[in-house]
Structures are given as structure tokens and as C-alpha cells.
């Protein structure tokens, strides 16, 4: 267990908090400030408890360099808004300098200073520690709350941390307690949904899974190097000819540890990756020539809806189908619609699983909905996050 900023004592501090204010922009506008409001609740606990609050965060690939396009301003603005308190913006093209200082020195209690976009500077993505010490030399405190970025090991993520007593917001604790609970503490039966592309991309998460679950569902893309490998046709569907035999082996492995690993039973093609393509349901064992699977078939998505439904927990990783067609959205919202129906914890990880879940409208119904696509992933296959690490236990 990390430390959280309850477990430690702020009034009079000042802490520097790593958010992520990675928002949407178009034209100088936040086109969706979700990241920004979720990030409130571990600022107004700072503030309430006395601290004065630096904040830090990137915007988009400025590459190092100092573009006005990717300038904080206006995230200082809206931040100021929400909190109906205003925020010092620390303008400065290097991030740090000696007024930037200063004026972190001079904030009270209650204070909130922003400062610009952290990847203004190159030293940032490689964690160079006299830009990590720049940094820290600004607070007392360190406190992380960018799940979306704890995969990478940055001054602000990871490296600042050699300076500074270092905590999580609430946020990163969220992101712990459900990944972490589901993945090493899970009520059984534990369920895993596999799918997305490719294999090649997902490699690490199955067989951590298989390490884990009790059933591993099949799904999207790479189900078709999983029928191939078995000896079927796949017609144009995606399929790695270079990963079928890492597919019979990953099936071998769920056998020898008695792991349930189900594959689609049929599934919905199309004469071609469209949205308006013409289609029709097959059995997975016939799979015609010059047709593309699209979609898993309605006996797969009862199949595995009645498995999710009795699951003590579910992770879900990776769409069915190409939902981004309305035709091909099917196997996605069915199994997001079981997870619906699921009693036990649900959780999501993954960049296109987030956003399939938030465009079928299945938000609110999920226990959890990871907000770090990469970060989520890494944390699927078991690695440690060099953003969580260098957090204190408790
Ligand atoms: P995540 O970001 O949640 O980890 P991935 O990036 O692995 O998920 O996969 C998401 C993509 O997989 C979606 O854009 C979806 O269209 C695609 N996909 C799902 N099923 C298929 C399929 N049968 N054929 C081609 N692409 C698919
Ligand atoms: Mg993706």
C-alpha cells in the first residue's frame, strides 16, 4: 500500500502536485475539462488542510521546446474557475527559473501556483535530475496523482521523487485499489476480457492474466490469430502469421493452469472494413475466403455475457469488435452490458475500451474506468509503474 496525502501532514507545506492537465485544446479552448474536475478533489484537500499547492502537469508534444500553443494558461484559467479561487501562473518558457522560485517561495497557505507545460523542457521525458531538483527545490512535498502518465519515468513522475517525501493524490490511490485489488486480490470467479487488435500489442497482459483469472475471454482482432493458429481459415480478418504459434502456447499455458480461456464460437463478418460493409454471422470453423471478422457473434456474446454475469470481479481489456462502426458494435456493448449486469467489481483499462464504454453509454455502470490507457495496460501485465514506486509504503 502507498501512502496517500492523508497519510501525511501538509498544513503549512508546500506540496507540488503532478496532475494531468493533458485536455483536450482547440483554437486556445479546452474543448473537455473532465481531467482538470477529477483532478479537484486532491487540490481542495491540500488547500482545506493548509498547504500551498504548486501544480504541475504536460499538454500535448511541445518536444521540449517552448510553443506557445501548448502553453498551461488556459488550464490555469478553468482551474480558477472551478475552484472559484485564483491561481498564480508561474509563466515562465523554462518551466523553472529564479522568479519562479521566488515566487514559490513567497505563497501562503491556501495559495495554488501553476506552473507551464513540463515538457517545455527536454530534461523533463529524460528525467534529468538537475531538472527533478528544480523541481523538488520548489516544495516540501511531492505528490503524484497523474495515473496517465505513471508508466513513464519523468523528472515530475518519478525523478523529483530522490528529493522529496513523496505521496499519492486520490486519483493514483483510486487507480490502485480497483487494478490493484482486481488483479492480486480478486473475488472469484475472476474474469478477463481480452481483445483490441492485435496480439502482439497484448502479449504481456495475457499471460498475466493467465497467471491470475479463472476465465479469459477471447474477443476483437486477435481472436483470429487464436482460430488460425487452431487450424481454421480466417479469410481477410486481422491475423499475425507470425504469432500463431505464441497463441497455441499462451492456450497450452491457460491449460496447465487451469484457466478457462474461451474463444469465439462464431462470429459477424464483412466483405470489407467498413461501415457500410455487407455482413452476415459464421461459425468461427468457417470463416469464408475474402471476408473480414468485425464483430464476435451473438452465441459468443451470450457465451460470455453469462460467464460475466456470475463474475466476482471483471477486467476488461480491449473492444469485441470495431465499435467504432455501428454495425460492429454489438459484441462490445453486449459484453458491456453484462458488466452492467455483473454484481461483483467491474473494472476497465485501456484507452479504446474506455472510450467504447463511455460511447455506449455504460460510464456510470462500470465500478471502475481506468483513466491511464498505457498506464493501465503496464499495470495489466504486472509491471511496477516507476510513477507508483517511488511513492513511500505505508
Ligand atoms: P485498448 O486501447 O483498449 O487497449 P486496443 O488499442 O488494443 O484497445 O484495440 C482497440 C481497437 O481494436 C479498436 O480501434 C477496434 O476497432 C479494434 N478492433 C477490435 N476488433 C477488431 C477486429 N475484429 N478487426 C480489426 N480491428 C478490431
Ligand atoms: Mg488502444
Not at 164 to 180: M, Q, R, T, Y
Not at 258 to 286: M, R
Request: glycine share 10%; charged share 25%.
Amino acid at each position: 500500500m502507498k501512502k496517500t496525502v492523508k497519510d501525511i501532514d501538509v498544513k503549512g507545506k508546500r506540496v507540488i502536485c503532478r496532475c494531468d492537465f493533458n485536455v483536450p485544446m482547440k483554437d486556445g479552448e479546452i474543448t473537455d475539462d473532465k481531467r482538470i474536475v477529477a483532478a479537484l478533489p486532491t487540490i481542495k484537500y491540500l488547500l482545506e488542510e493548509g498547504a500551498s499547492v504548486i501544480l504541475m502537469s504536460h499538454l500535448g508534444r511541445p518536444k521540449g521546446e517552448p510553443k506557445q500553443e501548448f502553453s498551461l494558461a488556459a488550464v490555469g484559467q478553468r482551474i480558477s474557475d472551478l475552484l472559484g479561487e485564483g491561481v498564480i501562473f508561474a509563466k515562465s518558457d523554462v518551466v523553472v527559473d529564479d522568479a519562479v522560485k521566488a515566487a514559490a517561495a513567497d505563497l501562503e497557505p491556501g495559495q495554488i501556483m501553476l506552473l507551464e507545460n513540463l515538457r517545455f523542457r527536454k530534461e523533463e521525458e529524460k528525467n534529468d535530475p538537475g531538472f527533478a531538483k528544480d523541481l523538488a527545490s520548489l516544495a516540501d512535498i511531492y505528490v503524484n496523482d497523474a495515473f496517465g502518465t505513471a508508466h513513464r519515468a519523468h523528472a515530475s513522475t518519478a525523478g523529483i521523487a530522490d528529493y522529496l517525501p513523496a505521496v499519492s493524490g486520490f486519483l493514483i490511490e483510486k487507480e490502485l485499489n480497483f487494478l490493484g485489488e482486481a488483479v492480486n486480490d480478486p473475488v472469484r470467479p475472476f474474469v478477463a476480457i481480452l481483445g483490441g487488435s492485435k496480439v502482439s500489442d497484448k502479449i504481456g497482459v495475457i499471460s498475466n492474466l493467465i497467471e491470475k483469472a479463472d476465465t479469459i475471454l477471447i474477443g476483437g482482432g486477435m481472436a483470429y490469430t487464436f482460430i488460425r493458429a487452431n487450424g481454421f481459415g480466417t479469410g481477410t480478418s486481422l491475423c499475425e502469421e507470425d504469432k500463431l504459434d505464441l497463441a497455441l502456447e499462451l492456450q497450452a499455458k491457460a491449460k496447465e493452469k487451469g484457466v478457462e480461456l474461451l474463444l469465439p464460437v462464431d462470429t459477424i463478418v464483412g466483405d470489407k472494413f467498413a461501415e457500410d460493409a455487407d455482413k452476415k454471422v459464421v461459425s468461427c470453423d468457417k470463416i469464408p475466403e475474402g471476408w473480414m471478422g468485425l464483430d464476435i457473434g451473438p452465441k459468443t456474446q451470450k457465451l460470455y455475457a453469462d460467464v460475466i454475469k456470475k463474475a466476482g470481479t471483471v477486467i476488461w481489456n480491449g473492444p469485441m469488435g470495431v465499435f467504432e462502426f455501428e454495425a460492429f458494435a454489438g459484441g462490445t456493448k453486449a459484453v458491456a452490458e453484462a458488466m452492467a449486469e455483473c454484481k461483483g467489481t467491474t473494472v476497465v483499462g485501456g484507452g479504446d475500451s474506455a472510450s467504447a464504454v463511455k460511447k455506449l453509454g455504460y460510464s456510470d455502470k462500470m465500478s471502475h474506468i481506468s483513466t491511464g490507457g498505457g498506464a493501465s495496460l503496464e499495470f495489466l501485465e504486472g509491471k511496477v509503474l516507476p510513477g507508483v514506486e517511488v511513492l513511500q509504503d505505508k
